[in-house]
């Protein structure tokens, strides 16, 4: 697919999803540009060149929409769980382990 070919499907894409129309997700992107699904999707967008960047800035689009839906009433719900679960926000870091401590004692014992 070149290029402006590529850019048309994006856009075909979220004209779809607008409305009344089902919400834009990640797989539903990669399927509707003819991939096997979200792994294809991710692989190609880390690609380099220009369908890379293409793949990132809808990727990141879905995204946009799925923040903004945290913020309806309606949609709340399901957009924390899909932004926690495909954009990882809300995990919390695990803690790093205990390092080694050195501590140096300067002086006599006698002080």
């Known amino acids: 697919m ?3 070919e590529l850019k ?4 075909r894409y979220f004209l779809a999803c607008g409305g009344e129309g089902p ?3 990640l797989t539903g992107l990669a ?3 003819g991939m096997e699904g979200r792994k294809e999707l991710d692989r190609r967008a880390a690609g380099p060149g220009w369908e890379g960047e293409l793949l990132r800035q809808a990727m990141s689009r879905v995204e946009e929409e ?3 839906a945290v913020y309806q009433k309606e949609t709340s719900a399901g957009a924390k769980f899909i932004l926690q679960r495909d954009f990882g926000y809300g995990g919390r870091e695990k ?3 205990a390092g080694k ?5 300067t002086g006599s014992p006698d002080d």
Do not use: K, M, W
């Not at 048309?8 to 856009?11: F, T, V």
């Not at 401590?101 to 004692?105: G, Q």
């Open 2 to 4: 070149e290029r402006e």
């Open 8 to 11: 048309e499907e994006i856009r």
């Open 23 to 25: 919400r834009a997700t």
């Open 31 to 33: 399927l509707f540009l």
């Open 66 to 68: 799925n923040l903004q």
């Open 95 to 97: 803690p790093q382990g």
């Open 101 to 105: 401590i050195l501590v140096e004692l």
